[in-house]
């Protein structure tokens, strides 16, 4: 049995990935309301994903100047380079994990608290919760972000496992649940009558 769900929703902080447009954002949030010194960041950026070479560079272009050089990591962060997708991609919640890992534990809670709602993944990665729920699931990487920065998400539900004693309606239920028509044997229990059939499947 096959049902196409078309959900739109707000997508939460959590799972939203940043870009370098929300340049200006970060460093507000890091070193302005947060303190955070500029100097940290090469090993801030090993931390994001970003390989020594491209450090590096980053030394040099800015001739060791501390606060330049946190932008322009920062920048690299957010435009994903390197191995930055590997790391969960530039997000809030990679950010935070970073900041973990550097000692900026009060910095991490802070961004966690404002910008992520840990009810919904449990401080997981989406690709993670995905996995613990189904390991067979090939998913290419950044296709789950691109589903949900475009705010919508087609659900395909193949399969739809009914329990319940004999006669409870179960076959009914799901004939009701697929937009199907009323069974045509007499075995089924009738669980409406007129028979109807369901016009839109909300989820919450």
């Given at each position: 049995e096959v049902i196409g769900i078309t959900k739109e929703f707000k997508t939460?902080?959590?799972?939203?990935?940043?870009?370098?447009?929300d340049l200006d954002i970060?460093?507000?949030?890091?070193?302005?309301?947060?303190?955070?010194?500029?100097?940290?960041?090469?090993d801030l950026g090993l931390q994001l994903g970003l390989?020594?070479?491209?450090?590096?560079?980053?030394?040099?272009?800015?001739?060791?100047?501390f606060k330049k050089c946190f932008r322009q990591c920062m920048s690299a962060w957010l435009r994903g380079k390197d191995k930055?997708?590997?790391?969960?991609?530039?997000?809030?919640?990679?950010?935070?994990?970073?900041?973990?890992?550097?000692?900026?534990?009060?910095?991490?809670?802070?961004?966690?608290?404002?910008?992520?709602?840990?009810?919904?993944?449990?401080g997981h990665d989406i690709e993670e919760v995905i996995e613990e729920f189904n390991p067979d699931t090939k998913i290419k990487p950044g296709k789950i972000?691109?589903?949900l920065k475009e705010g919508k998400v087609v659900l395909k539900v193949t399969r739809i496992n009914m329990h319940g004693a004999p006669g409870a309606g179960k076959t009914c239920s799901q004939h009701l649940l697929l937009n199907e028509p009323p069974?045509?044997?007499?075995?089924?229990?009738?669980?409406?009558?007129?028979?109807?059939?369901?016009?839109?499947i909300s989820i919450d």
């Open positions: 939460p902080s959590t799972l939203i990935k940043l870009d370098i447009k970060v460093i507000e949030e890091l070193t302005i309301l947060n303190h955070l010194p500029c100097h940290i960041w090469h390989y020594q070479p491209t450090l590096e560079g980053i030394y040099e272009d800015n001739n060791g100047d930055v997708r590997e790391k969960g991609g530039p997000s809030w919640s990679s950010l935070a994990t970073a900041l973990d890992k550097e000692g900026k534990h009060h910095i991490a809670s802070y961004i966690r608290d404002k910008y992520c709602d840990p009810s919904l993944l449990g972000e691109k589903w069974p045509e044997n007499d075995n089924s229990t009738p669980i409406a009558c007129p028979a109807v059939q369901a016009t839109r």
